[in-house]
């Protein structure tokens, strides 16, 4: 079975701060990885995700992840942070075998920014 | 339409009620999940349905019982459901391995 660890639990940044939160599994086989972002009271949306090819991937609100396939790792980076980017961030896992339904989550990162 | 949509938004239910939960997409995905998520804690799965049928049941207690009526709907049957059980209880629906997720029904278990 997948496993998925983020390293930070909760992240204080102060606007204007670069982020980097780290993200590393565990698994033998090929995978899709994601980072979803939860704002408060709202519900789980994507912010980007990885199946192949540049493993320097770009998503929404200028994040963008690196996955580097031998450390297992997969860090969400944003050079400026801002005050709006204050949520909570998880890391998800799916493996390719098995339909693509099985999705293991991080405990996820909440992030504080600070005006 | 990239929504999937969730009733009620609040429920607060006793533990001798039967209450329902929905979930609705009209993207034509092929699989729709329910997870349920407690403060402070990530998603955890509990049912995924593909093409209508039943695939994984993560040893959920059976006073949770899923429904798939048709490839867009998919309900959450609750019986005799503990205070424990109280929590945010999520849809989401694939075509392939990204999911979209709904906005949650919060259960209130008194």
């Known amino acids: 079975a997948q496993s998925v660890s983020q390293h930070n639990h909760h992240v204080i940044l102060s606007e204007a701060a670069s982020l980097e939160l780290g993200c590393n599994y565990s698994y033998g086989g090929t995978v899709n990885l994601f980072w979803y972002v939860q704002y408060p009271g709202q519900h789980l949306q994507l912010l980007l995700k990885y199946f192949s090819g540049d493993p320097l991937v770009k998503g929404i609100k200028g994040f963008e992840a690196e996955f580097i396939k031998s450390k297992f790792s997969f860090n969400l980076r944003k050079p400026s942070v801002q005050w709006s980017d204050t949520a909570e961030y998880f890391c998800a896992v799916i493996p390719i075998a098995g339909g693509y339904q099985k999705v293991t989550f991080g405990i996820g990162t909440k992030l504080q920014v600070i005006p | 339409d990239t929504e999937v949509t969730q009733t009620p938004k609040h429920l607060v239910m006793g533990m001798t009620n039967k209450k329902s939960l929905k979930c609705e997409q009209h993207m034509g995905h092929r699989a729709m999940y329910w997870y349920k998520q407690k403060a402070k804690k990530p998603p955890e799965l509990m049912f995924v349905?593909?093409?209508?049928?039943?695939?994984i049941n993560e040893s959920v207690p059976s006073r949770f019982s899923p429904e798939c009526p048709n490839s867009s709907l998919l309900n959450l049957h609750l019986h005799a459901l503990q205070p424990e059980d109280s929590a945010l209880y999520l849809c989401?629906?694939?075509?392939?391995?990204?999911?979209?997720f709904g906005p949650g029904t919060r259960l209130t278990v008194t």
């Open positions: 349905y593909s093409y209508e049928k039943l695939s």
């Open positions: 989401a629906s694939s075509q392939d391995s990204e999911q979209y």
